[in-house]
C-alpha cells in the first residue's frame, strides 16, 4: 500500500541524529525520498543504508547548514538527483544552557548562526522552486522556547525566538501560493541535545521526555494535510512538563 508521500522528496537538516534521523525515516516510511544533510557523514551514510532498507532512496550531503556555500552544495545535488525538493524540514539546531553570564559571545554565534542563519539559507534556497511549482511544505523544528522565556536559556530563546518570527512572517508570504508553513514547538526531548552544554547523559529526567520518534509523527502530521487544510503551530510537551 502507498505511504502518504509516495515519492515525494524531503530535505532534512541536521539528519544525523535525534529528531532529525527520526524524522528521515518517519517521512521514507511514508513513501518519501529524503535527502538527509548534517556534519557528520559516517552516521547519515548508516542512515542512508536504513533508509535504503524501507526501499526509499536517501542522497547523503555531508555540509554545515549555516554556511552559504554548503547550502547552496546541498540545493544543487538535491535537485540534480531528484529534480524537485517537495519537503524542507530546518531540523539542525544547538543550545547551551546556564546563566547569561558563562555565554560567551562565541557561544552567542554558534548558537544563532546554527539555529536561525541556517534557518534562512536552506529556507532562501529551496523556497523559490516552490513559489513557482506553488506547492511545498516547509516545517520548522523549534522549541517552546520560541514561544516563550525560560531561565537558563537566554540565547537559545532569542535564536528561537527568531525562527518562529521568520516561519510567521514566512506563512503570511508562502500560503496563497500554496506553500504550508508549520512550526513544531516540542517540549524536552532525550536526544544528545546539548549533551556538554547543559545537559547530561545521566539526567533522570531523561526518561520522563518526549522521544525524537514523537516528534517525527508531528513533522508527518503537518506534510500529510489535506489540500485545504494547513497546520501552522504545533505545540507538544512530555505529560510531566508543565504547559
Given amino acids: 500500500m502507498p505511504g502518504r508521500l509516495e515519492d515525494k522528496v524531503a530535505v532534512v537538516t541536521g539528519a544525523s541524529r535525534g529528531i532529525g534521523r ?3 525515516l518517519a517521512l521514507a516510511k511514508q513513501g518519501a525520498h529524503v535527502v538527509i544533510t548534517a556534519r557528520a557523514e559516517d552516521e547519515l551514510n548508516t542512515l542512508a543504508r536504513e533508509i535504503g532498507e524501507l526501499r526509499r532512496e536517501a542522497l547523503v550531503v555531508a555540509a554545515d547548514a549555516s554556511r552559504e556555500d554548503d ?3 546541498l540545493f544543487c545535488d538535491a535537485h540534480d538527483k531528484f529534480g524537485q525538493v517537495d519537503i524542507l524540514v530546518n531540523n539542525a539546531g544547538v543550545g547551551k544552557f546556564g546563566a547569561l553570564a558563562s555565554i560567551s559571545p562565541e557561544e552567542y554565534d554558534w548558537m544563532m548562526n ?3 542563519r541556517a534557518t534562512f539559507l536552506c529556507t532562501r534556497a529551496f523556497l523559490p522552486k516552490m513559489l513557482v511549482r ?3 511544505w516547509i516545517v520548522f523544528v523549534g522549541s517552546v522556547a520560541g514561544l516563550k522565556g525560560l531561565p537558563h536559556e537566554t540565547v537559545y530563546c532569542a535564536t528561537k525566538h527568531a ?8 506563512d503570511h508570504e508562502c500560503r496563497d501560493r500554496n506553500v504550508k508553513v508549520s512550526y513544531i514547538a516540542p ?3 532525550n536526544t544528545y541535545f546539548a549533551f556538554g552544554t547543559g545537559r547530561t547523559p545521566d539526567d533522570p529526567t531523561l526518561n520522563e521526555f518526549l522521544d525524537s520518534e514523537d516528534v517525527a509523527e508531528a513533522v508527518v502530521f503537518a506534510v500529510t494535510q489535506p ?3 494547513r497546520v501552522f503551530l504545533i505545540g507538544m510537551r512530555p505529560m510531566r512538563e508543565a504547559l
Fill in 22 to 24: 527520526a524524522t528521515a
Fill in 227 to 229: 489540500p485545504k487544510s
Fill in 71 to 73: 547550502v547552496e552544495r
Fill in 114 to 116: 546554527t539555529n536561525m
Fill in 134 to 136: 506553488q506547492e511545498g
Fill in 187 to 189: 517540549g524536552g526531548v
Fill in 163 to 170: 525562527q518562529y518570527g521568520f516561519a510567521t512572517a514566512l
